[in-house]
């Protein structure tokens, strides 16, 4: 039994750690429970070497000497008898043969936790600039306090309420209802539902509806001048991050703004992620005017067809729980995508990409525990934004052939995303 051959016996649960601990032995300041006994370490070595010579010692006054720890030298008698009063029992000494076995062991766990250390995945000095890097720039183009969108045109949701805007409400009460609205657990059974299941209702709402309750769903786009300013806002971030990737500058100007082009509103979704609540399914940027539901973009002109993936998105990502280095390692692969349209040297920008994914997975490896599946989980949300950016631009592209929208549009949203009408 390990507790045979210890020299120290675990500290008693109820031991208050704030009691200064004193040696039961001569009252000097106790290191711990030793042999079965609270004592210094002068009184554990005295009743050590006592016991293994097997000590024989005879008091030269009375037999009741007093043991303090200025005296304790005086009478090794009555302090050998005092060690046995309190509890100290011989055998709790380890053999010279079971002290060296400890200490082999101690050392062999050293050894192995030493070489665990050096075998552990490590990133080198090149891959930690290029995330010091792309985190600087994160940081330098995203503000957290959002104090710039107080300068945007002001949100404004009153007007019209659309069939689109009334469906989204409804996403949106029955997303406060229950935060796990996307939980396919089987316990979930009727009380719970996952957004296929809500936008099915919508859809069949919309079918139900009357004629004579139909409205023009370009109607009514009260949200559109303050979001067009907010979306305009953001793509300006977007180049300002991009220009701060190593290597990008390398790039032709075509290839930049190709990229740029091709991934804005990507990357755009990408960093509002960071906004993103799962509590209520709202982008939170600041005050009260400046949190976002799914109804407020409805009435900048999209539908729930694009909307509901979106939040879809949202939630799934927000859930990987990714560090700011894997967020902005994934904005940067994002915006590197060499078949992009309109790309013309894919092979550079394709070895741009390739390292940025190289570092993603060699950070991961080296600080995210258990995080095996997480870099396939994470290239699977560049697939989703494709599908996002395609509906975006069919939405968008309905939206600017209407003049009375898109005079509320920005120049440079009409030149990123390309839906100038003349």
């Known amino acids: 039994m390990e507790s045979a051959v210890s020299t120290s016996t675990q500290v008693p649960d109820e031991f208050d750690r704030n009691v200064p601990r004193i040696c039961g032995v ?3 300041k106790a290191t711990g429970f030793h042999f079965n006994a609270m004592t210094c370490e002068g009184c554990k070595g005295f009743f050590r070497r006592s016991m293994k010579r097997k ?6 006054f009375n037999g009741s000497c007093t043991i303090t720890k200025d005296n304790r ?7 050998l008898k005092r060690c046995l009063d309190i509890g100290m029992m011989k055998e709790f000494i380890l053999t010279d043969e079971e002290v060296q076995r400890k200490k082999d062991l101690i050392q062999r766990r050293k050894d192995e936790e030493a070489q665990r250390e050096a075998q552990k995945p490590r990133l080198s000095e090149e891959q930690r600039n290029i995330i010091d890097t792309l985190v600087d720039a994160h940081h330098k183009t995203f503000d957290d306090s959002y104090s710039d969108f107080s300068r945007f045109r002001p949100p404004v949701r009153e007007g019209p309420v659309t069939r689109s805007a009334s469906r989204a409400a409804s996403l949106h009460s029955l997303s406060d209802a229950s935060s796990d609205s996307f939980s396919h657990s089987p316990e979930s059974g009727d009380r719970k539902m996952n957004l296929s299941n809500l936008l099915m209702m919508y859809q069949e709402q919309g079918l139900s509806s009357s004629p004579d309750s139909k409205e023009d769903e370009g109607s009514g786009l009260s949200m559109l001048p303050h979001l067009a300013d907010l979306v305009s806002y953001s793509i300006q971030k977007v ?3 991009a220009k701060m990737i190593p290597g990008f500058r390398e790039l032709t100007a075509e290839d930049q703004i190709a990229l740029l082009k091709s991934s804005a509103i990507e990357v755009i979704m990408l ?5 993103f609540s799962l509590e209520d399914m709202s982008w939170s940027c600041g005050g009260p005017d400046f949190k976002y539901c799914v109804n407020d973009v409805t009435k900048a002109g999209h539908t729930l ?5 979106l939040v879809k998105f949202q939630v799934s990502l927000k859930k990987l729980n990714l ?12 915006l590197l995508s060499p078949d992009r349209p309109g790309v013309q040297d894919h092979v550079r920008v394709e070895a741009l990409q390739d390292r940025l994914s190289e570092v993603l997975q060699a950070y991961i490896l080296a600080h995210h525990p258990g995080g095996r599946l997480l870099y396939a989980k994470m290239i ?3 697939a989703d934004l494709r599908s996002l950016n395609e509906e975006h631009s069919k939405q968008y592209r309905s939206l600017s052939f209407q003049p009375e929208h898109s005079m509320q549009l920005t120049p440079l949203v009409l030149e990123v995303f390309g839906g100038q009408v003349t």
Do not use: W, Y
């Open 26 to 28: 001569c009252g000097d």
């Open 55 to 60: 000590a024989s010692f005879t008091c030269p």
């Open 73 to 79: 030298r005086h009478c090794q008698s009555c302090r």
């Open 239 to 241: 180049i300002g991050f």
């Open 271 to 275: 960093r509002s992620n960071q906004s």
């Open 305 to 309: 067809e694009l909307l509901e993936p």
């Open 323 to 334: 560090h700011e280095e894997e967020h902005v390692l994934l904005m940067g692969i994002c």
């Open 380 to 382: 699977q949300k560049l």
